[in-house]
Each structure stands twice: as structure tokens, then as C-alpha cells.
């Protein structure tokens, strides 16, 4: 096992199970625009991808198998205010 594979081993069970530490490739203009997001809200890069990630894992990956999609709650409230008139 080399020094580089001992390391990230190490890190990983620093991290604990719940927080492993992974790496992607990711094209570099949506780096760029991911990073200007987190920064407008104030939180790490890290921390966005993580919510983007929960957000799919929870939510975004039934919604397009049930051709379902997320609305605005003014909007189905708008539209629920017109059809009870």
C-alpha cells in the first residue's frame, strides 16, 4: 500500500462513515458557477454540492420517473385562489 492510499485511508476514517471523502471531475465553467452560487449564499463549495446532491437523492430523481415537477408555492397557491373563484 503506497503512502498516497495510507493517507486518504486515514483521512476517510477521520471523516467518519457518514462523510467519505470522494473526488469527481466536473467541467470547469460549472465549477466556476457553482462556486459563484455558494458564494452569493454564503456557504462553502462543498457545503452547496452537498445540498444539491440531497436535494437529487431525496427529491429529483423520482420526479422525472412520476413526470412530475417542483412548483413555486405562490404559483399553486395562485392557481388553487383562481379555481376556487
Do not use: H
Amino acid at each position: 500500500m503506497t503512502s498516497l492510499q495510507k493517507a486518504t485511508i486515514k483521512s476517510i476514517k477521520e471523516l467518519g462513515p457518514e462523510r467519505p471523502a470522494v473526488t469527481f471531475r466536473v467541467d470547469s465553467r460549472i465549477v466556476e458557477g457553482l462556486q459563484r452560487e455558494a458564494d452569493i449564499n454564503g456557504v462553502s463549495l462543498n457545503i452547496l454540492i452537498n445540498q444539491l446532491l440531497k436535494r437529487y437523492y431525496d427529491w429529483g430523481k423520482y420526479e422525472s420517473k412520476l413526470n412530475m415537477m417542483s412548483v413555486p408555492k405562490v404559483m399553486l397557491s395562485s392557481c388553487m385562489d383562481i379555481s376556487d373563484a
